[in-house]
Nanobody
Framework: VQLQASGGGLVQSGGSLTLSCTPS????????VGWFRQAPGKEREGVAC????????????SYADSVKGRFTISREIAKNTIHLQMNSLDREDTAVYYC?????????WGQGTLVTVSS
């Protein structure tokens, strides 16, 4: 099980980025997926996740208070990809972002993508 994360980079404060995460070897439809991040010197924290329903459609999305109203997580089934749209970025959002998928067999992580927000 591998997850490939992409989309990180350098952006100015107030700007936007979209992160993407694509797995290899399985489809995302029926699993809870999400993003964590880890800023320098800080513990890893949950950013957003989206659950699944038994029918395979999306359940509810949850967000950390610090990103509510600015970040949106979505699942693009046709491309078997999850996205994290990040708007109104500020320096506090600088971190390595990790996607994950929770399956009954365990939690699987992407390799991380660095987001740097400059003032």
């Amino acid at each position: 099980v591998q997850l490939q994360a992409s989309g990180g980079g350098l952006v100015q404060s107030g700007g936007s980025l979209t992160l993407s995460c694509t797995p290899s070897g399985f489809t995302l439809n029926y699993y809870t997926v999400g993003w964590f991040r880890q800023a320098p010197g800080k513990e890893r924290e949950g950013v957003a996740c989206i659950s699944h329903s038994n029918s395979g459609s999306d359940g509810s999305a949850s967000y950390a208070d610090s990103v509510k109203g600015r970040f949106t997580i979505s699942r693009e089934i046709a491309k078997n990809t999850i996205h994290l749209q990040m708007n109104s970025l500020d320096r506090e959002d600088t971190a390595v972002y990790y996607c994950y998928v929770w399956k009954p067999s365990g939690t699987y992580w992407g390799q991380g993508t660095l987001v740097t927000v400059s003032s």
